[in-house]
């Protein structure tokens, strides 16, 4: 090679191509996997009613067939982001798919309660390799437009929400929850069906040393869109580090493809299974990210259900009892108050739309976590019926918000050897909020607590946006980076 011969890095690529059909696919793809997602959550608030009648089971029991879900989330948000992180992106959300499609269409076969847990467990598992995907789109984005395009990657959930909602509303009255359960589970299929054209991430590819592959996929890229790939050899941004390292008087020296299939795996030693993946993320550069993320992601799930329970809980029940809290109304008003919540989080997504870009990341979830806690503050004591809807609903178009824009931040702040590991334990957190909340939202407002309730709500998102603040840089317009070192310099390397 000779001394003019130029260099680039995926980001580079992307940024020269720009977004195009290729991405278009893509986003397809991924989005076709957060409707899942949103739709086996969402029918939690319909089957569980249901069995509960059907089977005669206690209030207790109804809440573990939920608490079930969530646990499988909790474990399966570690797990499937390490083996994304150390075996590819592709093979990640290929086993997701599987175990939430099979456990999904199986539970709509469970005889009795115990298998029904097993099986709704099972789909929690599958469902917590969501931020495998999202994590596997956003490192298709070029860096200029990757806010608003994750913002319209998060309405693929509003979309779940509001077809599962719809999907309810016809299947439960006359063929009941187990055909919800099996109709379910299609769209997960659908990503089993189309996983020969998905494409692995070439960053995953470059980082790994296998720089040919990558190519082969930006080639791709290019075809689809157009366009052509800039000259020169392609490096990752752990390659240009490394060869910095090495020759430290020379600011511009190459790279020889030999140096790149040779040095990376030796970085990526480090990061080879789960213990040593979380390790890093708690290394002196990254702890205080990952234990602030943490917060918010907790936060995030905390309130984000915490609302929908509320929707239900404070509306109708202007008189505060137990035994009337307990015997719900219709289960035709339940639907339709559920569907008509759903549209709460379209406005929350063109907020963010709005403002990612423009305000960045920080200052949009910081901004959106104030304004909730001044939506929910009149309702630590009791409120008119519309006038609780109203806040509720407000309060509720905040916390989308905060959610979209968080599952952007996440993996962006994150180098690409730990990327779907952090959002994954980030995510795992946040399934600990989602099943904290329960005992919040609706044990302390049966109870008559309805002020200690909205105040604990107060008090769990205010420190959320506080830990916002405290996120060590902002990125937007910000290159991923591919080593640790480099994703925790401050500076924004994007120009």
Not at 70 to 75: H, I
Not at 453 to 466: C, D, P, R, T
């Amino acid at each position: 090679m000779g001394e003019g011969t130029p260099e680039y890095t995926v980001d580079d690529a992307l940024v020269f191509m720009g977004f195009g059909k290729f991405q278009l696919l893509v986003l397809a793809y991924a989005g076709m996997g957060w409707i899942s997602e949103a739709m086996e959550m969402m029918l939690l608030s319909f089957v569980g009613p249901a069995v509960q009648s059907a089977w005669g089971l206690s209030s207790k029991q109804e809440s573990f067939i939920t608490s079930v879900v969530f646990t499988g989330m909790l474990v399966g948000a570690y797990s499937w982001g390490i083996v994304s992180d150390n075996y590819g992106r592709r093979k990640g959300f290929l086993i997701t798919a599987m175990i939430t499609s099979g456990a999904g269409f199986l539970s709509a076969f469970s005889p009795n309660y115990t298998s029904l847990l097993i099986f709704r467990c099972l789909v929690g598992v599958g469902l917590g390799g969501g931020p495998v995907l999202s994590s596997w789109f956003l490192e298709f984005i070029p860096a200029p437009s990757r806010g608003t395009w994750m913002v319209i990657f998060s309405a693929f959930w509003t979309l779940g929400t509001i077809l599962e909602a719809s999907l309810a509303w016809f299947v439960m009255p006359t063929l009941g929850w187990r055909w919800l359960l099996a109709l379910s589970a299609l769209p997960s299929s659908l990503l089993l069906i189309f996983y020969w054209v998905a494409p692995e991430s070439p960053r995953y590819l470059c980082l790994k040393g296998r720089t040919t592959e990558a190519i082969t996929i930006l080639e791709k890229v290019a075809r689809l869109n157009g366009t052509k790939l800039p000259s020169g050899i392609l490096v990752s941004d752990l390659t240009v580090e490394l060869s910095e390292k090495s020759t430290p008087s020379e600011d511009t020296s190459l790279i020889s493809p030999k140096t790149d299939e040779d040095a990376t795996p030796k970085e990526m030693d480090s990061n080879m299974g789960g213990i040593s993946s979380l390790l890093t993320l708690l290394s002196p550069k990254l702890i205080r990210t990952t234990l602030l993320l943490w917060v918010v992601f907790f936060g995030n799930a905390f309130s984000y259900y915490g609302l929908v329970l509320l929707t239900s809980e404070l509306n109708g029940h202007s008189q505060c009892g137990p035994t009337k809290v307990q015997s719900v109304a219709s289960q035709d008003i339940n639907y339709k108050n559920i569907f008509i919540a759903s549209f709460a989080e379209l406005p929350g997504l063109i907020i963010s739309a709005a403002t990612v870009d423009r305000l960045g990341r920080k200052l949009s979830m910081s901004g959106m976590f104030f304004l909730c806690c001044i939506f929910l503050l009149p309702l630590v004591v009791h409120q008119p019926e519309g006038l609780t809807t109203a806040l509720l609903f407000g309060a509720r178009i905040c916390i989308t918000a905060t959610f979209t824009i968080v599952y952007i931040y996440a993996p962006e702040i994150y180098p690409t050897s730990v990327r779907t590991t952090g959002v994954g334990v980030a995510s795992a957190m946040g399934r600990i909020g989602g099943m904290v909340c329960p005992l919040v939202a609706v044990a302390l407002v049966d109870g008559c607590h309805q002020t200690a309730s909205i105040l604990l709500f107060e008090a769990v998102i205010f420190l959320s946006g506080i830990c916002v603040v405290l996120f060590p840089f902002e990125t937007k317009g910000r290159e991923l980076s591919d080593s640790v070192s480099s994703s925790s310099k401050p500076t924004n390397a994007f120009v």
